[in-house]
C-alpha cells in the first residue's frame, strides 16, 4: 500500500493529502451492522421526506443548494486536500454540482407527476395515467477523481424524486462525503436525508446486502460487475457509471486552434483522472501536422505541480501510476513516438504530460482506461474511419468532434457508439443539467443527470380509471360473438391497414 492510498489502522483509516502523504483525518470503516442501521434510517426519513410534498422538497433541496454554494470555499480546500487537484478545479467541481443540485430540485415535480396519456382506441373508455413514484432508499457508491460533482450527480436526483440516500464515497475522499452529510444535518431536518458510511469495498458491498432499493455505482467497470453481482442476489437494481475511454475526432475544417485547447483541457485537466476525459484523438490527415504542432506547444506550457495555482496535481490513486507508465511504455515499443515526454515523465506522486502520436490501434494506451495525463493522437483519411475507431472498443461513455459544418458535426455524433457526444467543446454535455448522463459497454448503463436521471430513481407506475363501461368488452368470460366479430373487422380494416 503506497502513501497515497487509505491506511487501515484496525476499524478506521486515514484520509491522506496525496500532495506530501499527510493524514487528513481518520474515518471509521464500517461494517454490515452501521450501513443496516444507516439503510433502516433511511427508510424512516424517505416516510419524512413523503409527506413533504413536492413544494416542500424542492424547498428543502434549494436550502441544501444554498448552504452548500455558501460554504464552497470549505468544500472546494476540502477537494482539494483530498484529491490533490488545483483549488480553481474543485470550485468549478463544486459550481457544477450545485447547478445539477438546483435543476433536479425545480424540475422534479414536472418531470415525475402523474400526467394522463392516451388510452387508445380499444380502450377509449378508460381514462389513463402515468406517475412515477420514489424507490425509497438509493444506495451510492462513489469515485474519487470528482468526489463531489459525481455521486451529487447521484444523490441530487435521486432525492428529488423523493428518496433517501445512502451514500459510500471512496476510500480516498471520505471527508467530502462525510462533510455532503453533514451540511444536510446543518439544515435542521428532522431526518437524515443523506447519510454517509465510510470505510472501503467492504463497507461497498455491505451497502449491497443492506436492502436498498436501488443501487447506483458510479467507479471502475471491474468494481461495477461485482456491485451488479452482489445485488442480483436480491434482485436490487443497479445504475452502473463506469469508466471511458473517450475519442475526439478533428475534422479538416475544424478550428484548430479551438480543438487543441478543448483537447489539452480535456486530456490533462484534473491529471487525466476523468472518466469523460480525451484519451485518444483521431485528426483528418490534412490537419494532423498542423494540430499536433498546435497542441503540441499547448502543452509544453502546462505547470503541473502541487501547489493551488498548478495546471494540474498528483495523482490521487498512487496505484494509477504503474497503469500509466505500462500505457506509455507499451504505446512506444509499438513503434508510438512521444512529442512531450517518455516513460520517465511518469513520476512517483506526479506524472508530466505525456503526448503520444502513430500508436498502433491495439496497444494498451489506446484500448484500456488509462485515466492520467496522457494521450495518443493517430491521423485518418476521414471522419467515417475515426467513428469506425472510436467505436472500435469496448467503453461507450463520451465524445467529442470539431468541425466547422455543425450540421455533419451531428450527423457525425449519432454514429458514435456513446452515450453523450458535444460538437466542437469538450464534456459540455456534462455541465448541461437537462442532458442525461452515462454510457454503454464497459462504461455501464443507466442514466444520471436529466427528466432521465430522475426517472432512473423511481418506478413507473401504470393507472387507468373506467370512466363508463366498454361498448365493446373483451375482458369478460361472457363475450358475445358479436363482440368477436367486431374484434375480427378491427384486425382485418383497422390493424391490418394502418
Ligand atoms: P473503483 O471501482 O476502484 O471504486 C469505486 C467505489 O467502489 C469506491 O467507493 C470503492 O470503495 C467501492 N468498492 C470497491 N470494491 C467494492 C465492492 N466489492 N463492492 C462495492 N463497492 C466497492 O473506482 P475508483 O478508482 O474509485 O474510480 C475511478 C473509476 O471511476 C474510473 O474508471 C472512472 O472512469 C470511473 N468514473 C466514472 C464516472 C462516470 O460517471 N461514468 C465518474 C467518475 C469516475
Keep these: 500500500m503506497t502513501t497515497t492510498e487509505p491506511s487501515r489502522i484496525g476499524t478506521t483509516f486515514a484520509s491522506i493529502d496525496p500532495r506530501d502523504g499527510t493524514t487528513l483525518a481518520e474515518y471509521p470503516v464500517a461494517g454490515p451492522e452501521e450501513v443496516a442501521l444507516a439503510v433502516e434510517r433511511a427508510r424512516a426519513a424517505a416516510r419524512w421526506w413523503a409527506t413533504q410534498g413536492p413544494r416542500g422538497r424542492k424547498e428543502w433541496l434549494l436550502e441544501y ?247 494540474y496535481g498528483p495523482m490521487t490513486l498512487a496505484g494509477q501510476v504503474d497503469i500509466v507508465r505500462r500505457h506509455v511504455r507499451d504505446a512506444l515499443a509499438r513503434g508510438g513516438r512521444a512529442t512531450v515526454g517518455s516513460d520517465d515523465s511518469v513520476g512517483e506522486k506526479l506524472i508530466e504530460p505525456v503526448v503520444l502520436v502513430d500508436v498502433p490501434e491495439d496497444s494498451t494506451a489506446m484500448t484500456e482506461e488509462t485515466f492520467g495525463p496522457t494521450v495518443v493522437i493517430n491521423s485518418v483519411r476521414d471522419l467515417e474511419e475515426a467513428v469506425d475507431k472510436a467505436n472500435a472498443g469496448s467503453y461507450g461513455l463520451g465524445g467529442s468532434i470539431f468541425t466547422k459544418d455543425r450540421r455533419r458535426g451531428l450527423a457525425l455524433a449519432e454514429k458514435l457508439d456513446t452515450g453523450m457526444v458535444s460538437v466542437n467543446a469538450f464534456l459540455a454535455f456534462a455541465g448541461i443539467p437537462s442532458l442525461p448522463f452515462g454510457g454503454s459497454g464497459a462504461s455501464g448503463f443507466g442514466r444520471i443527470h436529466g427528466a432521465d436521471g430522475l426517472r432512473e430513481f423511481s418506478r413507473p407506475k401504470a393507472l387507468t380509471v373506467q370512466k363508463f363501461p366498454a361498448p365493446l368488452n373483451l375482458m369478460t368470460m361472457t363475450r358475445k360473438p358479436r363482440d368477436l366479430r367486431v374484434v375480427r373487422w378491427m384486425l382485418a380494416n383497422v390493424q391490418g391497414k394502418m
Design 65 to 311: 443548494k444554498r448552504a452548500v454554494a455558501t460554504r464552497s470555499d470549505e468544500l472546494a480546500d476540502l477537494i482539494t486536500a483530498e484529491t490533490g487537484k488545483p483549488t480553481e478545479d474543485s470550485l468549478l467541481e463544486v459550481l457544477l454540482t450545485v447547478s445539477h443540485l438546483e435543476w433536479a430540485a425545480k424540475n422534479a415535480d414536472k418531470v415525475l407527476r402523474r400526467r394522463p396519456v392516451s388510452a387508445g382506441l380499444l380502450m377509449s373508455n378508460q381514462k389513463a395515467y402515468v406517475e412515477y413514484q420514489p424507490y425509497g432508499v438509493v444506495g451510492a457508491i462513489g469515485p474519487w477523481n470528482y468526489p463531489a460533482f459525481t455521486p451529487m450527480g447521484t444523490l441530487s436526483y435521486a432525492m428529488a424524486a423523493g428518496n433517501a440516500v445512502v451514500f459510500k464515497p471512496s476510500e480516498l475522499t471520505p471527508g467530502v462525503g462525510v462533510w455532503l452529510a453533514e451540511v444536510w444535518d446543518s439544515l435542521g431536518a428532522s431526518q437524515p436525508l443523506i447519510q454517509t458510511v465510510t470505510g472501503d469495498g467492504s463497507t461497498g458491498n455491505a451497502l449491497c446486502h443492506a436492502g436498498v432499493d436501488k443501487m447506483a455505482f458510479t467507479g471502475s467497470a471491474a468494481t461495477g460487475r461485482k456491485v451488479m453481482a452482489a445485488c442480483a442476489e436480491t434482485l436490487t437494481p443497479v445504475v452502473i457509471e463506469g469508466g471511458g475511454k473517450d475519442a475526439m475526432l478533428v475534422d479538416a475544417d475544424a478550428d484548430i486552434e479551438s480543438a487543441a485547447d478543448q483537447a489539452v483541457f480535456g486530456a490533462m485537466g484534473n491529471a487525466g483522472q476523468t472518466c469523460a476525459g480525451v484519451e485518444r484523438i483521431y485528426v483528418h490527415e490534412d490537419v494532423k501536422d498542423r494540430f499536433v504542432e498546435t497542441f503540441t506547444a499547448k502543452v509544453r506550457a502546462l505547470d503541473p505541480g502541487m501547489t493551488a495555482a498548478s495546471s
